[in-house]
Nanobody
Framework: QVQLVESGGGLVQPGGALRLSCAAS????????MGWYRQAPGKQRELVAA???????NYADSVEGRFTISRDNAKNTAWLQMNSLKPEDTGVYYC???????????????WGQGTQVTVSA
């Protein structure tokens, strides 16, 4: 019924930049919050950045000032611009959308498949 497809991960040197995208497709009525999470090896998944339908954003302290989350409601797409990347930013990045399907009454959380980001010299 709905699919979230991520792209944009890869290998980058410290100080470099990457831009992740996450596009949702399916019978979607509305999307509330969009968020990006990451999971480093041996660690729990953590919130990196989130954006509401109205455009309000919040960031993890570790990425504040370096990462920017944005969205296009018409395209059901979110982006994460990551600048000044550090080795500790390495991990699998997942997008999560809270959305309501046309056949549903309430919204649910849907996850992307994850994309690997590796920051290394």
């Amino acid at each position: 019924q709905v699919q979230l497809v991520e792209s944009g991960g890869g290998l980058v040197q410290p100080g470099g930049a990457l831009r992740l995208s996450c596009a949702a497709s399916g019978t979607i009525a509305s999307i509330n919050a969009m968020g990006w999470y990451r999971q480093a090896p041996g660690k729990q998944r953590e919130l990196v950045a989130a954006i509401t339908s109205g455009g309000s954003t919040n960031y993890a302290d570790s990425v504040e000032g370096r990462f920017t989350i944005s969205r296009d409601n018409a395209k059901n797409t979110a982006w994460l611009q990551m600048n000044s990347l550090k080795p500790e930013d390495t991990g699998v990045y997942y997008c999560k959308f809270r959305l309501r399907l046309t056949v549903a009454i309430v919204p649910y959380d849907y996850w992307g498949q994850g994309t690997q980001v590796t920051v290394s010299a």
